[in-house]
């Protein structure tokens, strides 16, 4: 069996550097610093892009979980996501997940809708762009 590979989740949006906050936010990231050369993530991609395409990434300043890539494509977002993040709060019990679905509401997402059934209890959440989510 081989090693176990590091994963990037590179999500496709119309604002790279908002999404990027957003998320840092959520997940207790921070925004990387742009690549080398670069003073910001907007001069890095008008070194290396068309002008239409834009970067910006964030990660866990513990090294643990997946970095986000951010990549500003041009067509906008049609339908469900076919894949989305779980923001899993520890405890999943009620309040938590309300606590955890207010203040990401206060940093720009939508909440939808909460489901507490026979398996327990989420939120159904969309980022500022409307990328779904759940906080569990």
């Not at 959520?26 to 003073?39: M, R």
């Not at 866990?60 to 990549?71: I, N």
């Not at 969309?126 to 779904?132: R, V």
Request: with cysteine; glycine share 10%.
């Amino acid at each position: 069996m081989g090693m176990a590979k590091r994963v990037q989740i590179a999500i496709d949006c119309a604002d790279p550097e908002r999404l990027a906050d957003f998320w840092a936010t959520a997940l207790g990231y921070a925004v990387e610093e742009p690549p080398a050369g670069a003073s910001s993530w907007a001069e890095f991609s008008r070194s290396v892009g068309d002008g239409a395409e834009a970067w910006c990434a964030a990660a866990d300043p513990a090294g643990l979980g997946p970095r986000l890539l951010f990549h500003r494509v041009p067509e906008p977002k049609r339908g469900k996501n076919r894949l989305h993040l779980d923001v899993r709060v520890g405890v999943a019990d009620q309040a938590g997940i309300e606590a955890e679905t207010a203040r990401l509401v206060g940093r720009g997402a939508v909440h939808l809708r909460t489901i507490e059934d026979e398996t327990g209890c989420f939120a159904v959440l969309q980022d500022p762009e409307g990328n779904e989510f759940c906080v569990c």
